[in-house]
């Protein structure tokens, strides 16, 4: 970069921080304003905060629930950065969490910014109790948004009592907290729990988009290694799911995927995406030494490499020609 | 002042051609493996409460994040000299990203989908295939709920704990740790990976997310001229763990950072899954046990030593006025 081209980055830059200072600035403004309205209509109805929080516009808008969700959601937007550090923001926004009677458009913003503070690990570790208690609360609330989040969150970190939760709504034995699908694909991202009949279900009643999702799962199972297998070779099944099979399968028996993806690369009449993706797959990953020392595989890639009827394919074929190490 | 640089250069994901999206995502998925390549030490550095502890919520977050993307591209560039880490822009839309030829195109219920030729299809962590990630926002039009580049810029002031200082009203650089850093990640819901701390290196776009978190310091010590880490307005506790004043171990500027100094044990993690730092022909900074302070002066304008070998592709080669 020239030192003039510098230069005129940093005029550029100078002039967008005045701007948004400028903004910043206007903000705090009407901030205060917000604030001095809030305090007194709190006062009017004899409600108060503790004095020091009473004091700043930013926490008087952001706990006063008779305001419109914009400004109090605004609050968290703007100034979230500077709030972050204080004890007494954190437990504002817990309590607006766990407050159902609260704007859930609130709730669910406040519930961000949680997740949002809880990255900062040291700084958070005292209200990382509450914070749990919160989230596990969540997980009945009769707002759908926040339930789906509290649930995702937690079976994320296989929390026993939400799993617990999910199985038993799956068998029936109590209400599911979240529609039935994703229940169990929630509980499919813990490999140590018996999950495959859920996704043997899944996979038999899903949408496109959640039949790969099972599959994908599925690679987690030897048990499902032939049903795997099985999905990769059906013509009839959609290119993602197919696609999905394979990885899976690969990861549960990788000399295996390599015959079948042998097979089905060299198949002119099978799906070209298919086939592309288990060239790629055999040309980059695994033991490709092997991939390259079987001459007859090899030999039908030169042919593959020349069909312009698969064009993809045929570039994918050359690539990997052009990396065989004798060459 | 300007300086003659050959460095590589880490570009706006939004902005690859074909060929560099190609070869990064190609890279990452084979240092992936499967599940079985190095990249699960990657993954393992950023899981547990300890380990977590060593990079969150206190001021050395920046510069242990800079370290791991480092250490990362380095184990890249092993396998393809050419591949950088590229920064996904999460205060702009990103339409060029979240497809399935890069990052994945999100489906229902958060499954992410991959094209046939992206080799990201094999991605696999802790056992599981795939990445599970729920954008809640549209990925086409819209953009990370986040402050914007121009805020996070402004932020810093004088306070007790702020490391660097710009003396303007909004307080503390490294609360963007909460404010675009935080909010980028929470801005996927549901189940999604990068949305979790313990989760989020399973999502790759987690690297991407963190390059802009790294661009956004680089921008900013570039901006104020903070690359003199004794200098207060650059960072605030400039001794070690045992000095006055001090902050958590691994925190201070003169501390070495886990896991690449190899120190194991309470209030550091049981183990060191990557130790030394990786060195290159290219550069000799930062050594094999980087502190916190060494990440700091990543162009080397200060000490010539201490340059790093990479930049972001605005601005770079040209020293602070």
Known sequence: ?327 | MSKPVMVRIRKNANQLSPAERDRFTTTLAKLNDQGAGLFKDFREMHRQQLALAQAHGAPGFLSWHRAYLLDLERELQRLDPSVTLPYWRFDQPAPNLFTADFMGRSGALGNVSFSGTNLLRQWQTDGAAGVTREPGFNVQTGRANVINQAITLLLGGDRPNAIFDTGTDQDGFDEMEFNPHGNAHTSFTGSSYIRSRGTAPRDPLFFLLHCNVDRLWARWQWFHNRFDGTQPNTFFFRGSATSTPHTDIGHNLLDTMWPWNNVTGFPRPDNAPRTPFPQVATATAPGPAPTVGDMIDYLGFLNAQSDMNFAYDVPFGVAPT
Request: glycine letters at 4%.
């Open chain 1, 1 to 327: 970069m020239s030192e003039q081209a510098a230069q005129r980055l940093e005029e550029e830059l100078r002039r967008e921080l005045r701007e948004a200072q400028a903004a910043h600035s206007q903000y705090l403004s009407e901030l205060e304003a917000t604030a001095e309205a809030s305090r007194a209509a709190r006062s009017s109805r004899e409600e108060g905060l503790p004095g020091d929080l009473d004091d700043d516009p930013a926490m008087t808008v952001l706990t006063d629930t008779s305001l419109p969700d914009e400004p109090r959601i605004q609050v968290l937007h703007q100034l979230g950065p500077s709030l972050s550090r204080r004890d007494e923001f954190i437990e504002a926004l817990l309590a607006i969490v766990k407050d159902r009677s609260d704007s859930p458009a609130v709730r669910e913003a406040a519930l961000q910014a949680l997740g949002s503070a809880a990255f900062q690990v040291l700084r958070f570790r005292p209200h990382q109790p509450a914070y749990d208690d919160a989230l596990h609360d969540l997980v009945a609330d009769p707002v759908p948004a926040l339930r789906e989040a509290a649930v995702g969150i937690l079976a994320q970190q296989h929390d026993p009592v939400v799993q617990e939760t999910l199985i038993q709504g799956l068998r029936g034995e109590g209400s599911l907290p979240v529609e039935r699908e994703r229940a169990i694909l929630l509980l499919a991202e813990d490999d140590h729990l018996d999950n495959l009949p859920w996704l043997r279900e899944l996979y038999r009643s899903g949408s496109e988009s959640v039949r790969e999702q099972s599959v994908r799962f599925m690679g987690s199972y030897p048990d499902a290694r032939s049903t795997l297998e099985g999905i990769l070779r059906d013509k009839n099944e959609s290119t993602s799911v197919r696609q999905q099979s394979g990885a899976s399968l690969r990861h549960l028996a990788p000399d295996r995927f390599e015959a079948v993806a042998k097979e089905i690369s060299t198949d002119t009449t099978d799906d070209p995406e298919v086939r592309t993706a288990c060239l790629t797959a055999l040309q980059h990953l695994g033991d490709t030494a092997r991939v390259y020392a079987d001459t007859e595989f090899v030999h039908r890639m030169q042919d593959v490499s020349g069909d312009e009827s698969a064009p993809q394919v045929a570039q994918v074929a050359r690539e990997l020609l052009e990396r065989r190490p004798d060459l």
